[in-house]
């Protein structure tokens, strides 16, 4: 997977219920979204230009290799249609799990500073993150202006107070994230899709977008291992965790049986 500045583009829609619509369609049916999206204008696009490009956005951002992810994303997606929270949850891993860069500056930077307790997630930050990815990375040397920095900074923040995991207009604050224990089911089951995942989920790098400290991720899968929406194994050690359900029976099994 490579670099790529799409979070410029998805930090730019003003609008992220059209995101939350747009996507079921998206992974499920593609012909149907394009009909509704550019040549009904059921948005509300100002240009046609501009509808394609927030397509192509979506195409960039979401859309897997992997045609069973993005076929649970979309049941998922439309599940929790009455559920904005969740929404923004699931928006947040689905990016994480196909945008390189959104990735990283959530491992190393977000998510670290969310666990340390820190107050804030500042621009500065996130430019010293970038500059320094830039440095440890050929690809990326003499790739991005500063112009460019700087507007990845501004818009992955932007993304991350649209997804209600910041607060605040000048300084930018951390939220609460609390993940119920149907989300976390939901998460190791599309995880499980990845490819190159560690065996021992308490050394997985995924750990920490459950938003749940290391210290408690065991209680919480023993929690939800024992209504049985997912398998676990744990040695003392390494901790397995693997799916229950297909998605097919995902929302019978673990929506309707609480």
Do not use: C
């Amino acid at each position: 997977m490579q670099f790529n500045t799409d979070i410029n583009i998805i930090g730019s829609i003003p609008d992220y219920h059209l995101i939350y619509k747009a996507l079921p369609l998206l992974l499920n049916d593609p012909k149907e979204l394009e009909n509704i999206l550019v040549t009904n204008n059921e948005f509300d696009f100002r240009t046609e230009k501009s509808r394609k490009r927030f397509l192509s956005a979506l195409n960039s951002a979401f859309v897997s290799k992997n045609k069973t992810t993005d076929e649970l994303a979309s049941v998922l997606m439309l599940h929790f249609k009455n559920d904005e929270n969740a929404q923004a949850v699931l928006l947040f891993w689905l990016f994480s799990m196909n945008n390189k860069l959104f990735f990283e500056l959530n491992r190393d930077l977000f998510l670290k500073y969310y666990f340390q307790g820190r107050a804030e997630l500042s621009k500065e930050s996130v430019i010293a993150y970038i500059k320094d990815l830039i440095s440890r990375v050929d690809d990326l040397k003499g790739k991005w202006s500063e112009i460019t920095i700087d507007t990845i900074a501004s818009k992955y923040l932007t993304i991350l107070k649209k997804l209600k995991l910041l607060e605040g207009n000048q300084k930018k604050k951390f939220t609460l994230i609390r993940v119920s224990d149907e989300l976390l089911a939901v998460f190791i089951h599309l995880i499980n899709l990845l490819e190159n995942r560690k065996g021992n989920f308490l050394e997985d790098d995924l750990l920490g977008f459950t938003f749940i400290s290391k210290e408690n991720i065991l209680d919480r899968l023993k929690r939800i291992g024992k209504k049985d929406w997912i398998k676990l194994n744990f040695n003392g050690v390494a901790l397995q965790v693997a799916p229950v359900f297909n998605n097919n029976n995902i929302i019978d099994g673990i929506f309707r049986r609480t």
